[in-house]
């Protein structure tokens, strides 16, 4: 079973930027990584998502040039920088993974079998 730890959530005024982290172990067995994010009342969406390999990303059109993710292959962590924060952007951001590729289906949350606790974004304006 793969073991997902996110970090790097913090409080931040609109414009700024954070990095979230997602150490991953047990990870020789997942094609995708996908970073979510939920806010208070609202559905899990899909944010972002890389292959395994590092080769392919995909991103919500909410964040398109703002975010960006990527691999560590080395320390088996994804990352997921953000940029020009907006308080739209508010939510709990989850890191997840699955064994299939990441596909059409990347902003599907069921089809993820592996998620983290979740880590905490707040966007003030």
């Known amino acids: 079973q793969v073991q997902l730890v996110e970090s790097g959530g913090d409080s931040v005024q609109a414009g700024g930027s954070l990095r979230l982290s997602c150490a991953a172990s047990g990870y020789i067995s997942i094609s995708c990584l996908g970073w979510f994010r939920q806010a208070p009342g609202k559905a899990r969406e899909g944010v972002a998502a890389?292959?395994?390999?590092?080769?392919?990303?995909v991103y919500a059109d909410s964040v398109k040039g703002r975010f960006t993710i990527s691999l560590d292959n080395a320390k088996n962590t994804v990352y997921l920088q953000m940029n020009s924060l907006k308080p739209e952007d508010t939510a709990v951001y989850y890191c997840a993974a699955r064994r299939s590729w990441c596909g059409g289906s990347w902003n599907t949350a069921p089809m993820f079998g592996d998620w983290g606790q979740g880590t905490q974004v707040t966007v003030s304006s």
């Open positions: 890389i292959s395994a390999s590092g080769g392919s990303t």
